[in-house]
């Protein structure tokens, strides 16, 4: 690496570290400002008129109870009381507005994240983002913008009632406020690092019971059960030692820190007040009402510190959530300027090369092959020659680092990207069918009212009629409840139903049967094979059902292309796909 591009790259991590994830977090999810603000100046308004309170009960003091005296206590206190309310509701609102504008923003860029986001960040932590993290900074923020201005308004406007009252009184803050400094700084520093450790090991606790929880069966099948109650108490007392630092380490300090500056301020006071008072410096009504401002003055400034120390430990619970605001994101909406017109015929990968982001190795190297519009293309290849990430480029999922994929001749970069994810269905093996009905299982992604006709017609082509009839609900039937209870190979005929009911130009099958008997794995490529005549049809799959029919076979090794054309042509130029065909018995389908 040149002397510059080290330098300019030491500067960004410099920047990285200077950067706080907190402040980065505010800039980039649009809060509800305005709520914010209007909170701070209620909150203003009311510690203003709170800092008259002191000196209005001290006067009292002076023996005059006039009604108009009594009742200008009694209308400070009465709006200072009103204020408060709707300072407090007002907060209420700022603080759930700024979580749920957190959480939309979470929801948002996760839900248009690229790849390398996925492929980087564990799933389960991704769920204690907007449940967590979300709510957590929605309550940092009015902790920041709220209540530290507030309570420094506050803070002030006694400064200055004091000021008023008697200036020489006032020295004794010279020795409360840099105590109270400092205490910001050293305790601001210590809780950010234990908030920080606070996220991430209940980050890790939600992602590691998460993946126990999804698969209980797994660990019974393994009958690794006792292992497992290990791991999950050692998680669990991760956690326990983390939650006893923040809670009880930093709870103690906060407690001792704001019971010692009480009672030593108030010490102060007193024996400061009492030695004026004595040398007839100050009148006793000043002395009560900064005895009463003293109080405050300490209070408050024990809330800034307190306020101040969680925003710090905001500041490190933000860090995760600032990895995903700056992550990429995919091109969307109103964004993303491609071409909505997505043109029909061949499509053609033309010198594809690929690596990973997590990964150097190129995956695929200078691969060009043409999937023939209307047509059954198999693509075949050894285990981990990169089939199915070629899949993914061609959902545009990633892009390749070399060459480019074409539909029609026009380069599938320059298109809209929604528009064309909806030209193609995409079915794995494993495809999931989320909980709610069987109907909105099988329209889920069809962007059109589907009518019960239709729906028993779809049904009946992928053979699911007697199961369907067997349902209590028929197809309002619940799947959350029977989703245990479905077979593979009702998942898949499901899958595959949803799939057809999307009328796609385009069909890509991963595996589409690998996981199914053999019985039910003929069936399905029946249905596959029969089902999407007309459509362009690319299927990844090691069954001879789909190689043996398929119009065109395409052979991948190792991240690079063995060749391409009919099974017969294949066998007779393509060492890799004889292999493969001879090793899988192939022979006996093909009759050769
Ligand atoms: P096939 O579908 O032919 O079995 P894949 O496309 O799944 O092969 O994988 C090709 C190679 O890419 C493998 O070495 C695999 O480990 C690697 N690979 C797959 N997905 C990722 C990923 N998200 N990050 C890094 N490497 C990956």
Redesign the pocket.
């Known amino acids: 690496m040149s002397k510059a591009k080290s330098a300019s790259s030491n500067q960004t991590k410099a920047k990285k570290k200077k950067r706080n994830d907190f402040f980065f977090v505010c800039k980039h999810v649009k809060f509800s400002w305005g709520l914010i603000i209007l909170a701070l100046v209620v909150g203003c308004v009311q510690s203003v008129i709170t800092s008259t309170v002191p000196d209005a009960t001290a006067n009292l003091f002076d023996g005059d109870f006039s009604t108009s005296k009594l009742w200008g206590v009694a209308q400070t206190l009465l709006i200072t009381l009103i204020l408060g309310l709707i300072s407090y509701i007002v907060r209420v609102f700022a603080e759930s507005k700024s979580t749920l504008a957190a959480r939309k923003s979470v929801w948002e860029r996760m839900i248009h994240a690229g790849m390398d986001y996925y492929?980087a960040n564990d799933p389960a932590s991704r769920l204690s983002m907007i449940t967590v993290d979300a709510q957590t900074m929605g309550a940092g923020l009015v902790q920041l913008f709220v209540s530290i201005p507030t309570y420094a308004v506050l803070l002030l406007s006694c400064v200055i009632q004091l000021l008023t009252v008697s200036p020489r009184l006032l020295t004794i803050l010279w020795i409360l406020i840099p105590l109270h400094i400092l205490y910001f700084f050293v305790m601001g520093r210590w809780q950010q690092k234990v908030g920080a450790q606070y996220t991430c090991s209940m980050g890790d606790l939600t992602g590691y019971l998460a993946e126990r929880i999804r698969n209980l069966p797994m660990i019974k099948n393994f009958a690794t059960e006792e292992k497992e109650d290990e791991n999950g108490i050692r998680a669990t007392g991760w956690l326990y030692q983390v939650m006893i630092t923040y809670n009880v380490k930093v709870g103690a300090v906060i407690a001792v820190y704001q019971t010692l500056s009480t009672v030593a301020s108030t010490v102060l006071a007193v024996l400061w007040g009492c030695h004026l008072l004595k040398a007839g410096e100050v009148a006793l009504t000043d002395f009560l009402a900064f005895s009463m401002y003293i109080t405050t003055i300490n209070v408050t400034m024990v809330v800034i510190s307190t306020v101040w120390t969680f925003v710090k430990d905001f500041s490190g619970r933000a860090t995760r959530l600032a990895g995903l605001l700056e992550s990429s994101v995919e091109p969307h909406g109103k964004q993303d300027k491609g071409s909505t017109q997505v043109p029909d015929g061949d499509l053609t990968a033309e010198g594809i090369s690929f690596s990973?982001p997590?990964?150097s190795a190129p995956?695929l190297s200078n691969v060009s092959f043409t999937i023939p519009q209307g047509k059954v293309t198999a693509l075949v290849?050894p285990?981990?020659?990169?089939?199915?990430?070629l899949i993914k480029l061609l959902e545009r999922l990633y892009a390749p680092t070399e060459g480019k994929i074409t539909v029609g001749g026009t380069d599938i970069s320059t298109l809209n990207l929604e528009a064309w994810r909806k030209k193609i269905s995409y079915v794995v093996q494993d495809a999931g069918v989320f909980s709610g009905t069987l109907r909105d299982a099988l329209c889920y992604s069809v962007d059109r009212p589907v009518s019960d006709e239709e729906l028993h017609r779809v049904i009946a082509e992928v053979d699911l009629t007697p199961f369907v009839q067997s349902l209590p609900k028929g197809l309002d039937t619940v799947l959350a409840n029977w989703g245990g209870s479905l077979s593979g190979g009702q998942r898949q005929r499901i899958v595959i139903a949803r799939a057809i009911l999307r009328d796609s130009d385009i069909y890509i099958f991963d595996e589409p049967t690998s996981a199914l008997d053999p019985e039910t794995a003929n069936a399905i490529s029946r249905v596959i094979l029969q089902g999407f005549q007309g459509k362009t049809v690319l299927i990844?799959s090691h069954e001879l059902n789909f190689i043996a029919q398929a119009d065109h076979i395409v052979v991948v090794n190792l991240g690079e292309m063995a060749g391409a054309g009919s099974h017969k042509a294949l066998m007779q130029s393509c060492p890799v796909y004889r292999n493969l065909v001879e090793e899988q018995s192939y022979q006996e389908v093909f009759g050769a």
């Open positions: 492929d990973y997590t990964a995956v290849g285990s981990g020659s990169g089939k199915t990430t990844v």
